[in-house]
Every structure is written in C-alpha cells, then in structure tokens.
C-alpha cells in the first residue's frame, strides 16, 4: 500500500543554518504530496504541497519539489529561524480520499 | 473566524469504561477526518465522512471505534471498553471538499486520550 518514510529526528540546527528534512514515498498511481507543520500548542497546518511531478511548493521560505524518478519530496530552507521549530509532517494523498502521514521530524532551532 | 475545534482537549479513563470524543469542523466543510497520533507514530487515518456518510470507515482498528456525524456537521468518536493502547492523540480535520489536493485539510487541536 501507499506510505511514507521521512528521517527521524529530531534535527537540531543553529539558526541561520540550511534545514533539509528528508521524505520518500511509495504510491500506486500520480499521488499529491504535501508538508505539514506543527507548532507548539497548535494544530497541524498545511505548510506547502505539489500536485504534479517536477512541480515545486513553496511557502515562508521553505521549498519541496516532487520527484518522481526518486519518489522524493524533500522540504528544504536556506536559513532557519528559532520561530521554524516545530514538528514537520510528510504526506501523500493517493487515489483515495485519505491523506497519509509519515512519522514526522521535530525540528528545533537554537539562536 | 473559528477553526476546527475538539472536545475534551484531555480525558482521562479507566480501562473499560467508553468515551465519546467531539469534532465541529469549519463551517461550510462537507468533508471531516479522523486520525489517530500515537507515540512516536505518525498520523493513522481512521475514517473519513462526506457529509453525514462515511464512504471510508477502513482506518478504524476493531469494532470498538465508532463514529458519526448525523446531520452532516458535527462528529463524535466513539470508543467503547477501552484499553490501555487506545491512549493517543485523535486529531479531527475538515476540508471544503473531498479533492485535497485543491482543498487542504484544517486540524483541530486534537484530544489526548488516556487510558489507565
């Protein structure tokens, strides 16, 4: 069935530094792919998502381009700040109705 | 304007006995899911109504777990007898339809279930 792997965590990074959080997928068909994010206390937000191969989602700096040769969907930034830290989730949405999760990646940036 | 919201933000439960937990979506959102966080799990999906009809109930682990949503807003979980590895976090999300790719889900700030 479809699933999700991205790295464990947590990633301790200083700020300012590049953040690249890694997550492959496994899926029947041409799935959507999405990063969520939650920040302490609050809900899961959508942070970006990419509907087609090669297409790159963006938002608050952060970028994941779909990859299909690689069934890659990596979420990069060039510069992380403290107010990044959070745990970030990976997910696919295939030919059903139900998104699908990876296991998600604590993220904490140090000033 | 107001989000998804949940329904006990905690319970705490003796094993065995039920719970029923509350969804209300985002006004005007046909579609509402609930998934289940675990420790150190990611989000597994429980079921998925469209309107006050659940098309998708294949996430929900045992008989135990019920749900509705009967007049198509909001939605209760229900957990019957419950043990110990029931104990998560069950989050709710809405969306304005079933397409996701163009309609993204909203979450709720979930409810943390734990059994003793």
């Known amino acids: 069935g479809d699933s999700v792997t991205q790295m464990e965590g947590p990633v301790t990074l200083s700020e300012e530094a590049f953040l690249t959080i890694n997550c492959t997928y496994t899926?029947?068909?041409?799935?959507?792919l999405f990063w969520y994010v939650q920040y302490p206390g609050e809900g899961l937000q959508l942070l970006l998502k990419a509907t087609k191969a090669d297409d790159k989602g963006s938002n608050k700096g952060f970028e994941a381009t779909y990859r299909k040769e690689t069934t890659s969907f990596h979420l990069e930034k060039g510069s992380v700040q403290v107010s990044d830290s959070a745990v970030y989730f990976c997910?696919?949405?295939?030919?059903?109705?139900?998104?699908?999760f990876g296991t998600g990646t604590l993220l904490a940036v140090q000033p | 304007g107001a989000g998804v919201s949940q329904s006990p933000s905690n319970k705490v439960t003796e094993k065995g006995k039920d719970v029923e937990l509350r969804c209300d979506p985002i006004s005007g959102h046909t579609a509402l899911y609930w998934y289940r966080q675990s420790l150190g799990q990611g989000l597994e999906f429980l079921i998925y109504f469209q309107g006050n009809s659940a098309p998708d109930k294949s996430g929900l682990p045992n008989d135990r777990f019920s749900a509705e949503r009967p007049e198509g807003s909001f939605s209760t979980l229900e957990i019957q007898r419950t043990e110990q590895g029931d104990s998560a976090m069950y989050l709710c999300a809405s969306s304005k339809r079933q397409d996701r790719a163009n309609s993204p889900l909203h979450f709720g700030n979930g409810t943390r279930l734990t059994v003793t």
């Open positions: 899926a029947t068909g041409y799935p959507s």
């Open positions: 997910a696919l949405g295939g030919a059903t109705n139900k998104l699908i």
